[in-house]
């Protein structure tokens, strides 16, 4: 498989790449597939980042097709980590659901960052789905102690097979996926408060990510120090 222009073009930015082994499989429920990695040396080089997400390359047909993918319970120790593919029409997916142990696949670290606030947010209000659902894990467990407020938009009943580490302390709601995700902007501008010193971070399909944060910008005024915000996939 030929790397193209995009791999040139992470490469001069301060790519770096590794070489992932596939340890073993497991599917959930029908609807993802989830793989446990030795990373080759990426989280020693690398280290760990609440929300840390990789670049995998797929052959599509003998070109190279690279998809982001959020690393799920990395261990520095092991340097082993879990990845979750979504199972629907594509090279990624197809890959994911024939790998068998001692498979091996091309990965690039290259802009990812991010830290929660110092000092601690009073609280966190999380806006993501099944794609981005192992990024808001990575912040409850890193955010422990922080009370937070989570919506998160799923397309099947399915998806909520997928853990959430949701404590005590932090309010989920479940939003369906209707009207091309209208409804979970709706829900999420009709329901966050209009004051507070939380830190927001917004990460679902592309469209429905710019409508909730604009929301927060323009209407509450939320500043750029206080809110994320990252469109996880496009809907066709």
């Known amino acids: 498989m030929k790397r193209n222009w995009e791999a040139l073009v992470l490469k001069a930015m301060g790519g770096r790449d590794f070489q992932l082994t596939v340890l073993s499989t497991e599917s959930i429920d029908g609807h993802y597939q989830r793989l446990l ?21 797929f052959d599509n047909d003998g070109r190279a097709h690279q998809r982001a993918y959020t690393l799920v319970d990395p261990d520095p120790a092991t340097g082993r980590f879990t990845l979750e593919f979504a199972i ?3 090279c990624a997916a197809r890959w994911a659901t024939t790998a068998k142990a001692g498979d091996t696949i091309s990965a690039t670290v290259q802009g ?18 099944a794609a981005s659902l192992p990024a808001v894990n990575s912040l409850l467990d890193a955010g422990a102690d922080i009370p937070a407020t989570v919506w998160l938009e799923y397309a099947h009943e399915g998806e909520k097979a ?3 580490r949701a404590r005590a302390h ?19 501008c009709a329901a966050v408060p209009t004051s507070g010193a939380g830190h927001y971070w917004v990460a679902c399909e592309a469209a429905t990510t710019r409508g909730i944060t604009r929301h927060l910008r323009k209407t ?13 996939w496009k809907a066709a």
């Open 37 to 57: 990695l030795d990373g080759g040396g990426l989280l020693e080089t690398c280290g760990v980042h609440p929300t840390m997400w990789i670049r995998l390359w």
């Open 88 to 90: 629907h029409d594509g």
């Open 112 to 129: 990812s960052a991010f830290e929660l606030p110092d000092p601690a947010p009073e609280h966190l209000y999380l806006v993501g789905d």
């Open 162 to 164: 997928l853990a959430l």
């Open 170 to 188: 932090h309010d989920v709601t479940w939003v369906p996926r209707r009207d091309e995700g209208q409804h979970l902007v709706d829900t999420v």
């Open 220 to 232: 509450l005024g939320v500043d750029k120090e206080r809110l994320t915000s990252l469109g996880y």
